[in-house]
């Protein structure tokens, strides 16, 4: 029960980092966050996993800004920046789930990655960002209202907001759902 205590609490603390510091830019640094939230009323324990999972998070966005390679460097006509930067996904391209990814994000929460990639709101780099993270964080399966917290910090991250429909289905409540 205590383990289930600290999954959520440190969700928890995410929530709260994206609603008080929606404007990335305005989020303080890691050490000043960490007061932030002590004074916010947040136990030692759930904070500190927040903060180590959010560092992974802005490494990783950090690394893939810094990895893209300018729009002119796309063209088969510049070799010169070929080997540098990510490499832009065909859209015959296909991701397979490795079986740990499998096991920990469980098919509800992949069946969620794949509605998101398939509809254009989230693009390869951001969709392994999202995996990278999932796979950081506690829960075996990973629930789908987690999951749904690191796409919208993966949002978050790169200073983006998702468009309203995507932002509705991300903070829909799953259980509130009645099928028609």
Same mark, same amino acid.
């Given at each position: 029960?205590?383990?289930?205590?600290?999954?959520?609490?440190?969700?928890?603390?995410?929530?709260?980092?994206?609603?008080?510091?929606?404007?990335?830019?305005?989020?303080? !640094?890691?050490?000043?966050?960490?007061?932030?939230?002590?004074?916010?009323?947040?136990?030692? !324990?759930?904070?500190? &996993?927040?903060? @180590?999972?959010?560092?992974?998070?802005?490494? &990783?966005?950090?690394?893939?800004?810094?990895?893209?390679?300018?729009?002119?460097? &796309?063209?088969?006509?510049?070799?010169?920046?070929?080997?540098?930067?990510?490499?832009?996904?065909?859209?015959?391209?296909?991701?397979?789930?490795?079986?740990?990814?499998?096991?920990?994000?469980?098919?509800?929460?992949?069946?969620?990655?794949?509605?998101?990639?398939?509809?254009? @709101?989230?693009?390869?780099?951001?969709? !392994?960002? @999202?995996?990278?993270?999932?796979?950081?964080?506690?829960?075996?399966?990973?629930?789908?209202?987690?999951?749904?917290?690191?796409?919208?910090?993966?949002?978050?991250?790169?200073?983006?907001?998702?468009? &309203?429909? @995507?932002?509705?289905?991300?903070?829909?409540?799953?259980?509130?759902?009645?099928?028609?």
């Amino acid at each position: 029960m205590a383990y289930l205590r600290y999954i959520e609490s440190m969700f928890e603390v995410l929530v709260y980092v994206y609603e008080n510091y929606w404007q990335g830019d305005a989020c303080p !640094e890691l050490h000043h966050l960490g007061r932030k939230l002590t004074a916010a009323g947040f136990e030692a !324990e759930e904070i500190q &996993a927040a903060l @180590v999972w959010l560092d992974g998070l802005n490494t &990783a966005a950090q690394s893939t800004q810094i990895c893209l390679p300018p729009e002119e460097s &796309a063209s088969p006509h510049n070799t010169r920046h070929a080997n540098q930067g990510v490499q832009a996904q065909s859209s015959d391209s296909l991701r397979i789930y490795s079986v740990t990814e499998q096991e920990h994000l469980g098919a509800e929460s992949l069946g969620f990655v794949s509605f998101l990639e398939s509809s254009g @709101v989230l693009p390869p780099h951001m969709r !392994e960002i @999202v995996l990278d993270r999932a796979m950081a964080a506690p829960g075996d399966p990973l629930s789908l209202d987690d999951l749904k917290i690191i796409v919208l910090m993966v949002y978050w991250s790169f200073g983006e907001e998702p468009d &309203a429909l @995507v932002l509705d289905e991300l903070c829909d409540d799953t259980e509130q759902r009645i099928a028609h």
